[in-house]
């Protein structure tokens, strides 16, 4: 099986070294030429994980995607979700069919308000067989360091999933194979928004015990949002267990962890930085932000009681002073 990676990010970073690790050889895409240079000489990426070291010999680096298109069986999309569409633009459609197509895309793509595999639907007429999603709880920087982690591979081609599962399976990354393709997909988003939540709370001095409230009504606010939206899509719908890792444990680990970008940015909204500044200081992408105005947005339909999220998506996209925000937050937790 033939893998291509199409983005070189952390995450992007960390699932190459995965596959690598475990003896595949990939086809990267990489914008910049300058940056195949350097790993192609120092043998590992100069911008993300730089501990993270690759035998060139496994690298098929290129900066033309449609080579790395050409050559691939399963291609691994880990652009963040804001800049999915355009990476992937000059794709044509007839170059797609027959491949399978891994997420690891953690948002939904903000122009139209969707997840990866609706977008491909609608725009390549890609069939969701052949589409699966990667998942956490999982830091790159963790990865990079091979301390035991776990990945959650989910499609509704479950022979699929755990075959492509396999190929990732090594000393300190575990596989787990799930159906809910849909749902993982928009716990991902929400995960974020509230783990964006927790930073703000953190950033305006709530102690731990206010934030494992805080958490414990949002991994239950969060289970709202996917049983409402599996009625809204019943061919969807399977029953979850929605204590395992993909659920609450990525929602856990980046509400807590100071590997989160999420929290890392609502920390900076919380101590008085404005949305601009804060993104200017992190200098990468937050998914949180963005996708809290699109689930604000796609909640006009699925209609699920979320007002933690409400809350996040005032304080980001409406200006309400996050203190306030927080005042609101502390009457609705149980």
């Keep these: 099986m033939q893998f291509g990676m199409i983005g070189s990010g952390s995450w992007a970073t960390a699932l190459a070294k995965i596959l690598t690790d475990n003896g595949n050889t990939i086809h990267w895409w990489v914008r910049n030429t300058d940056t195949i240079g350097y790993i192609e000489k120092r043998r590992h990426n100069p911008h993300y994980l730089s501990g993270a070291y690759f035998d060139p010999s496994q690298l098929k680096l290129s900066s033309d995607i449609l080579e790395v298109v050409s050559h691939s069986d399963v291609l691994i999309i880990a652009v963040p979700s804001a800049f999915v569409e355009n990476a992937i633009a000059q794709i044509p459609a007839e170059m797609l069919k027959g491949?399978?197509?891994?997420?690891?895309?953690?948002?939904?793509?903000?122009?139209?308000?969707q997840l990866l595999n609706h977008y491909l639907l609608t725009?390549?007429?890609?069939?969701?067989?052949?589409?699966?999603a990667v998942l956490g709880p999982c830091h790159a920087e963790e990865v990079a360091s091979e301390k035991l982690s776990y990945l959650t591979f989910s499609g509704i081609d479950e022979?699929?999933?755990?075959?492509i599962a396999s190929y990732f399976k090594t000393e300190y990354l575990n596989t787990v194979v799930n159906t809910d393709v849909i749902g993982v997909q928009y716990a991902a988003v929400l995960k974020n928004i509230y783990a964006l939540g927790a930073g703000i709370a953190h950033g305006l001095e709530y102690g731990d015990n206010f934030l494992s409230v805080y958490i414990a009504n949002s991994a239950n606010e969060m289970v709202r949002f996917l049983r409402m939206l599996n009625n809204e899509a019943p061919e969807t719908?399977?029953?979850?267990?929605?204590?395992?890792?993909?659920?609450?444990?990525?929602l856990l680990v980046t509400c807590y962890s100071l590997y989160s970008r999420n929290r890392t940015f609502g920390n900076m909204i919380g101590k008085g930085y404005s949305v601009k500044a804060a993104q200017l200081e992190l200098n990468m992408v937050a998914e949180g932000y963005?996708?809290?105005?699109?689930?604000?947005?796609?909640?006009?339909?699925?209609?699920?009681?979320?007002?933690i999220a409400s809350s996040i998506f005032q304080i980001l996209w409406e200006h309400e002073p996050a203190v306030h925000g927080f005042k609101k937050i502390e009457t609705y937790l149980v």
């Design 99 to 113: 491949k399978k197509i891994i997420s690891a895309v953690k948002g939904i793509l903000p122009s139209e308000n």
């Design 237 to 250: 719908a399977d029953p979850q267990n929605y204590a395992a890792s993909v659920y609450l444990g990525d």
């Design 290 to 307: 963005n996708a809290s105005r699109c689930i604000h947005l796609m909640n006009e339909t699925v209609k699920a009681p979320i007002p």
């Design 159 to 163: 022979a699929t999933a755990a075959n």
């Design 123 to 132: 725009h390549y007429d890609f069939p969701l067989s052949d589409y699966f």
